[in-house]
């Protein structure tokens, strides 16, 4: 098989499925101004699959939108700098159940299924490809370049006016917003202000930042945290020629456990939604304790480099800038290095994300609602936005509700509420059906009014044929007859 062949496939596979139906939402406008029935925010991955669910649901009228360029959307060609996914090859993710939309048809049709069989993991530039091809054989609407700033709510709610940084729109209107914004997309990522306070920032980067690491070539640099993307960094840095990656954790041994592997073969992902509030908070909690370990090649590729240096039970307290340079303050040592690289993770919190600075205050958290026993209790958790089964925002105040009826948010920030869900390849298979379902049966509820007035109208004549008429003898003589 080629690619113009699984094209083909994939058209007909749709076109059995009657993918795309005519819609059933009535069309609006605001002020002669089209209005979208959904827009969605992120063009990455989960932005796909929200998409593609939507038409699923016969919901058409929708867009995407993406700050970033055509074919840059997410963090796979960007500021992600592991090898390969974490996530074991043969799970599938935005396809919707639709075996010739799967990375295995795409990845087949290129190297065939031997191919597939001797393929480990997926490397990450094949993914973004992948992704790629997904959104253009599809022919998903996107409008890329463009920047949300702001979600103002208008029509007593019932509307939202997006408010874009853009060459070509300055605003959008739509019924509903679904923030497909990934990781960070939540909340922001995180740098200790112990850091951020006292250095510069030409003397440290996140790992979700671009690092030029060419201006970095033959330095020392040192990375803080023991998660995964912690050795993606150093292994990536020491390949780009850096002299030598130290890396700074706070525990004693590296991370071992990955729940995620059980949740992925349990039913927990597809289920989690059926979980009590107590269950979901003490699931989150211990899958925080563990974090995400990194994984066996890219460690054993990170640790082999001579320049690779571990450091486990060493938190930092305290950074000095010293001259061009950054002083590293120990329990054990002093140290001094040319640059930091930051790993330490994201904090998630509706207040963080300045296009929510007008529905914010009225933003449901898990704190408002569950107080977690004292030994699994954590402010990081408690700050994560309470949503429904189906990824909406929940309000604290009878203002909130129209104000917040119709914002989705699809992200990392669903954690808690949803499982790992909207930002986890493995969740995505499970998610994109559920908040699909649930911006749907919004809008058929927003419609029902007129949905029914046309329903109880509906007057078409379908039987055409006419009642044979016969006569009272002929009927007897062939009672009699028979």
Same mark, same amino acid.
């Given at each position: 098989?080629?690619?113009?062949?699984?094209?083909?496939q994939?058209?007909?596979?749709?076109?059995?499925?009657?993918?795309?139906?005519?819609?059933w939402?009535?069309?609006?406008e605001?002020?002669?101004?089209?209005?979208?029935?959904?827009?969605?925010?992120?063009?990455?991955?989960?932005?796909?699959?929200?998409?593609?669910?939507?038409?699923?649901?016969?919901?058409?009228?929708?867009?995407i939108?993406?700050?970033?360029?055509?074919?840059?959307?997410?963090?796979?060609?960007?500021?992600?700098?592991?090898?390969?996914?974490?996530?074991?090859?043969?799970?599938? @993710?935005i396809?919707?159940?639709?075996?010739?939309?799967?990375?295995?048809?795409?990845?087949?049709?290129?190297?065939?299924?031997?191919?597939?069989?001797?393929?480990?993991?997926?490397?990450?530039?094949?993914?973004?490809?992948?992704?790629?091809?997904?959104?253009?054989?599809?022919s998903?609407?996107?409008?890329?370049?463009?920047?949300?700033?702001?979600?103002?709510?208008?029509?007593?709610?019932?509307?939202?006016?997006? #408010?874009?940084e853009?060459?070509?729109?300055?605003?959008?209107?739509?019924?509903?917003?679904?923030?497909?914004?990934g990781?960070?997309?939540?909340?922001?990522?995180?740098?200790?202000?112990?850091?951020?306070?006292?250095?510069? +920032?030409?003397?440290?980067?996140?790992?979700?930042?671009?690092?030029?690491?060419?201006?970095?070539?033959?330095?020392?640099?040192?990375?803080?945290?023991?998660?995964?993307?912690?050795?993606?960094?150093?292994?990536?840095?020491l390949?780009?020629?850096?002299?030598?990656?130290?890396?700074?954790?706070?525990? +004693?041994?590296?991370?071992?456990?990955?729940?995620?592997? #059980?949740?992925?073969?349990?039913?927990?992902?597809?289920?989690? #939604?059926?979980?009590?509030?107590?269950t979901?908070?003490?699931?989150?909690?211990?899958?925080?304790?563990h974090?995400?370990?990194?994984?066996?090649?890219?460690?054993? +590729?990170?640790?082999?480099?001579?320049?690779?240096?571990?450091?486990?039970?060493?938190?930092?307290l305290?950074?000095?800038?010293?001259?061009?340079?950054?002083?590293?303050?120990?329990?054990?040592?002093?140290?001094?290095?040319?640059?930091?690289?930051?790993?330490?993770?994201?904090?998630?919190?509706?207040?963080?994300?300045?296009?929510?600075?007008?529905?914010?205050?009225?933003?449901?958290?898990?704190?408002?609602?569950?107080?977690?026993?004292?030994?699994?209790?954590?402010?990081?958790?408690?700050?994560?936005?309470?949503?429904?089964?189906?990824?909406?925002?929940?309000?604290?105040?009878?203002?909130g509700?129209?104000?917040? #009826?119709?914002?989705?948010?699809?992200?990392?920030?669903?954690?808690?509420?949803?499982?790992?869900?909207?930002?986890?390849?493995?969740?995505?298979?499970?998610?994109?059906?559920?908040?699909?379902?649930?911006? @749907?049966?919004?809008?058929?509820?927003?419609?029902?009014?007129?949905?029914?007035? @046309?329903f109880?109208?509906?007057?078409?004549?379908?039987?055409?044929?006419?009642?044979?008429?016969?006569?009272?003898?002929?009927?007897?003589n062939?009672?009699?007859?028979?």
């Amino acid at each position: 098989m080629t690619i113009e062949t699984l094209n083909k496939q994939v058209k007909k596979d749709l076109a059995y499925l009657n993918i795309p139906e005519k819609t059933w939402v009535p069309s609006r406008e605001l002020d002669g101004k089209h209005i979208y029935d959904a827009i969605i925010i992120g063009g990455g991955q989960s932005g796909l699959g929200a998409a593609l669910g939507l038409i699923r649901e016969k919901v058409t009228n929708i867009l995407i939108i993406d700050e970033n360029s055509e074919g840059l959307e997410g963090p796979w060609d960007t500021y992600a700098r592991m090898t390969t996914l974490r996530t074991p090859k043969h799970l599938t @993710a935005i396809d919707t159940g639709i075996p010739s939309l799967t990375f295995r048809a795409w990845w087949e049709a290129q190297f065939g299924e031997k191919g597939w069989e001797e393929l480990d993991k997926i490397p990450k530039e094949e993914w973004m490809n992948y992704l790629r091809w997904f959104r253009e054989v599809l022919s998903l609407p996107m409008q890329n370049n463009t920047k949300l700033t702001l979600i103002e709510p208008v029509e007593n709610g019932m509307v939202y006016r997006l #408010h874009l940084e853009s060459a070509t729109s300055k605003s959008l209107l739509s019924r509903k917003v679904i923030l497909a914004t990934g990781i960070q997309g939540g909340g922001e990522w995180h740098v200790p202000p112990f850091i951020k306070d006292k250095l510069p +920032k030409n003397l440290y980067a996140h790992t979700s930042e671009n690092i030029d690491f060419t201006n970095l070539k033959n330095k020392h640099i040192a990375i803080l945290g023991g998660g995964a993307s912690a050795f993606d960094n150093a292994n990536y840095s020491l390949s780009q020629g850096i002299s030598e990656a130290h890396v700074f954790i706070r525990r +004693k041994n590296i991370p071992k456990i990955n729940p995620i592997r #059980h949740m992925e073969q349990s039913g927990m992902i597809d289920r989690f #939604h059926s979980f009590a509030d107590a269950t979901k908070y003490k699931i989150m909690s211990h899958f925080f304790y563990h974090n995400q370990p990194p994984t066996n090649d890219t460690f054993r +590729k990170a640790s082999a480099w001579p320049g690779f240096c571990l450091h486990t039970g060493e938190p930092w307290l305290d950074v000095q800038q010293v001259d061009d340079k950054v002083k590293i303050i120990t329990e054990r040592e002093e140290y001094i290095f040319d640059f930091i690289i930051v790993s330490t993770g994201l904090k998630t919190d509706p207040a963080l994300r300045p296009e929510l600075r007008m529905v914010e205050p009225y933003i449901f958290r898990w704190r408002d609602y569950y107080q977690a026993p004292n030994n699994i209790a954590n402010p990081l958790l408690d700050a994560h936005p309470y949503l429904s089964p189906g990824f909406a925002f929940q309000s604290k105040a009878q203002k909130g509700k129209r104000l917040l #009826h119709g914002l989705y948010s699809f992200n990392y920030s669903a954690l808690i509420s949803c499982g790992l869900s909207a930002s986890a390849i493995s969740g995505l298979r499970f998610a994109i059906p559920k908040l699909a379902s649930a911006v @749907a049966d919004q809008l058929f509820l927003d419609n029902q009014k007129e949905l029914l007035e @046309a329903f109880f109208q509906y007057d078409e004549v379908e039987f055409i044929g006419e009642t044979p008429q016969h006569s009272k003898s002929t009927n007897q003589n062939q009672l009699l007859n028979a």
